[in-house]
T-cell receptor, first 109, second 112 residues
Framework: GEDVEQSLFLSVREGDSSVINCTYTDSSSTYLYWYKQEPGAGLQLLTYIFSNMDMKQDQRLTVLLNKKDKHLSLRIADTQTGDSAIYFCALGNTDKLIFGTGTRLQVFP | DVKVTQSSRYLVKRTGEKVFLECVQDMDHENMFWYRQDPGLGLRLIYFSYDVKMKEKGDIPEGYSVSREKKERFSLILESASTNQTSMYLC???????????FGPGTRLLVL
């Protein structure tokens, strides 16, 4: 089955850029997603990218997709303390989503 | 805006009790999902439903059952709760036309 991997932790200084990475094994997904989970809350859809795109930018967020290497990344520019959360990548799979393990982003002053 | 609500934010139950977790969505979505979330394991799909009275097993259905009597409501049932079912439970819904899922706030269940 599909395997989606993320590193568990990332720590960055406020104002720096954060890059959260995701690798996967199955390349048949039409859409690839990034979700954010704040402490004690459900998942919030942040952004998504269509599989025939290489890049998508949405304000401070940049999504890069390297289909050859099966690698998806989320870059957050000018990271703020409010960006501290768990970030999940997810791949579409015939009406279901396969989630990565999540990366906990900690932003320190 | 899509709204997915879950009946409780926190629940404490004893081993052996029957537990009902309720989820309601207001966007007329066909698809509904139940996940559990555990540290280091991400989200794991328990059950999902494509339509009223339909259900499909996810990756970890053992010890759980579901009910979908109305389109907007999807219930997760723990017939006899066990301590290894202590977890965060997340409900989600999606349209039949798009796989984008919208999540509820989660229910944190503690089984003693």
């Amino acid at each position: 089955g599909e395997d989606v991997e993320q590193s568990l932790f990332l720590s960055v200084r406020e104002g720096d850029s954060s890059v959260i990475n995701c690798t996967y094994t199955d390349s048949s997904s039409t859409y690839l997603y990034w979700y954010k989970q704040e402490p004690g809350a459900g998942l919030q859809l942040l952004t998504y990218i269509f599989s025939n795109m290489d890049m998508k930018q949405d304000q401070r967020l940049t999504v890069l997709l390297n289909k050859k290497d099966k690698h998806l990344s989320l870059r957050i520019a000018d990271t703020q303390t409010g960006d501290s959360a768990i970030y999940f990548c997810a791949l579409g799979n015939t009406d279901k989503l396969i989630f990565g393990t999540g990366t906990r982003l900690q932003v320190f002053p | 805006d899509v709204k997915v609500t879950q009946s409780s934010r926190y629940l404490v139950k004893r081993t052996g009790e029957k537990v009902f977790l309720e989820c309601v969505q207001d966007m007329d979505h066909e698809n509904m999902f139940w996940y559990r979330q555990d540290p280091g394991l991400g989200l794991r799909l328990i059950y999902f439903s494509y339509d009223v009275k339909m259900k499909e097993k996810g990756d970890i259905p053992e010890g759980y059952s579901v009910s979908r009597e109305k389109k907007e409501r999807f219930s997760l049932i723990l017939e006899s709760a066990s301590t290894n079912q202590t977890s965060m439970y997340l409900c989600a819904s999606s349209s039949e036309y798009r796989e984008t899922q919208y999540f509820g706030p989660g229910t944190r269940l503690l089984v003693l």
